[in-house]
C-alpha cells in the first residue's frame, strides 16, 4: 500500500514530521539507503535534499547516497542513484546488484534473470539464490562507451582516450577515459597504497575538461587477470567500492594491453572482490556479493 509521505506528530513540540521506512545495504562497503518506491512516495524536488541528509555520519543514517527502487515502464524495477551530496547519478554498479537482490527478496520479480532501468539504458540483472536469500548478482553491465563525447570530455568527439597524457596542476598523469553508463577517468600507479586518492582524486573530478565531472580510479596491475583499486567518487568522494569504476578499470586495462578481451579479471577494491569480464561481443559482465545492514524509518 503506497504511503503518501507517511506523516507523525512529534510527541515532544507537536511538530509535524514526515518519515519513509528504508533498508540500508552494501556492496562490497558501498553503502547506500535504499528506498521502495512501490511502497513510498518521496516528492521529487527534495530527493537531493533526503540523500544529503541520511547519508550524514552524524546527524543522518550514514551511507555513501541514496538509492531508490522504482516502478518502470519497460522493466520490471527501475534504479535512480543519488550521491552523498545529492547530485544524481546516472548508474551504480555495487547499487545494481543491491537493487537486484532487493527485488528478488521482496517478490517484486519472481525470475532469477530479470532487467533494471537505469538513467543510462537498460542492464541485466542474474541472482545467485541459496535458501531463499540472494548471496551474490552477476549484471550485464552493458557495453562501454569510449568517446570523448560519451564520457564526456572536452576535446574531438569522435577520439577515444588512452593512456593520453593530462595535466593536473602542473604535473603530467596518464589517463584512460571511459564511460559505464557514468564517467570514470583511470589512472595506473605502481603501488596501490600510495594512490593519491584523496589529493587528487577531488582535482581531477571537478577538472572543467569533465563537463559533468568525473569518477577517478587509481589501478595497480598485479598480473593480467588481477587488480588492485581505489576509487574517489564523483558526489561521494572516497568509497570502499565502486562497481562501474571497476568495470571501467578493466575495460581501460584491456585498452592498455594490461588484461585480456573476454577472459575474466579480479578487481581488489577496499570492501571486496569483484570479477569482470569485458566479453567479445562488447559486454562487460560484473559479478559479486550484495548485502542487506539493517532496516528502519527514517524522519525528516
Ligand atoms: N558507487 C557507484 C557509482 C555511484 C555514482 C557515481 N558516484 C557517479 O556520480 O557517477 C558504483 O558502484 O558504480
Given at each position: 500500500m503506497m504511503t503518501?509521505?507517511?506523516?507523525?506528530?512529534?510527541?515532544?513540540?507537536?511538530?509535524?514530521?514526515?518519515?519513509?521506512?528504508?533498508?540500508?545495504?552494501?556492496?562490497?562497503?558501498?553503502?547506500?539507503?535504499?528506498?521502495?518506491m512501490f511502497k513510498e512516495c518521496l516528492a521529487e524536488e527534495e530527493l537531493s535534499y533526503i540523500a544529503k541528509r541520511v547519508s550524514n555520519v552524524h546527524t543522518g543514517i550514514g551511507s555513501d547516497g541514496l538509492i531508490l527502487i522504482c516502478p518502470s515502464d519497460v522493466a520490471p524495477v527501475k534504479m535512480r542513484i543519488f550521491n552523498s551530496d545529492g547530485s544524481e547519478g546516472k548508474n551504480c554498479g555495487n547499487g545494481l546488484r543491491c537493487v537486484a537482490k532487493y527485488a528478488y527478496e521482496h517478490g517484486i520479480v519472481q525470475e532469477e534473470q530479470f532487467l533494471i532501468e537505469t538513467l543510462s539504458g537498460l542492464v541485466e540483472a542474474r541472482v545467485f539464490v541459496?535458501?531463499?536469500?540472494?548471496?551474490?548478482?552477476?549484471?550485464?553491465?552493458?557495453?562501454?562507451?569510449?568517446?570523448?563525447?560519451?564520457?564526456?570530455?572536452?576535446?574531438?568527439?569522435?577520439?577515444?582516450?588512452?593512456?593520453?597524457?593530462?595535466?593536473?596542476?602542473?604535473?603530467?598523469?596518464?589517463?584512460t577515459g571511459v564511460s559505464m553508463g557514468n564517467p570514470h577517468a583511470v589512472f595506473y600507479v605502481d603501488q596501490i597504497e600510495d594512490a593519491p586518492v584523496t589529493s587528487l582524486g577531488p582535482i581531477v573530478e571537478k577538472d572543467e575538461r569533465f563537463p559533468e565531472g568525473i569518477n577517478v580510479e587509481?589501478?595497480?596491475?598485479?598480473?593480467?587477470?588481477?587488480?588492485?583499486?581505489?576509487?574517489?567518487?564523483?558526489?561521494?568522494?572516497?568509497?570502499?567500492?565502486?562497481?562501474?569504476?571497476?568495470?571501467?578499470?578493466?575495460?581501460?586495462?584491456?585498452?592498455?594491453?594490461?588484461?585480456?578481451?573476454?577472459?575474466?579479471t579480479v578487481v581488489h577494491l577496499a570492501g571486496g572482490d569483484l570479477y569482470i569480464t569485458w566479453k567479445e561481443n562488447g559486454d562487460v559482465l560484473m559479478r559479486g556479493a550484495a548485502e542487506t545492514i539493517c532496516i528502519g524509518v527514517y524522519y525528516y
Open positions: 503518501m509521505y507517511s506523516v507523525i506528530k512529534d510527541v515532544c513540540g507537536g511538530e509535524v514530521m514526515r518519515s519513509f521506512s528504508f533498508t540500508k545495504m552494501h556492496g562490497l562497503g558501498n553503502s547506500y539507503i535504499y528506498v521502495n541459496e535458501d531463499g536469500k540472494v548471496n551474490s548478482v552477476e549484471v550485464n553491465m552493458g557495453k562501454p562507451r569510449l568517446s570523448r563525447a560519451e564520457i564526456p570530455m572536452i576535446g574531438k568527439e569522435d577520439d577515444i582516450v588512452v593512456s593520453e597524457p593530462i595535466e593536473f596542476e602542473g604535473h603530467t598523469y596518464y589517463m587509481f589501478v595497480e596491475v598485479v598480473n593480467d587477470r588481477e587488480l588492485h583499486f581505489r576509487v574517489w567518487e564523483r558526489g561521494s568522494g572516497v568509497t570502499q567500492a565502486c562497481g562501474t569504476g571497476a568495470c571501467a578499470a578493466v575495460v581501460a586495462s584491456v585498452l592498455n594491453g594490461k588484461t585480456k578481451r573476454n577472459e575474466e
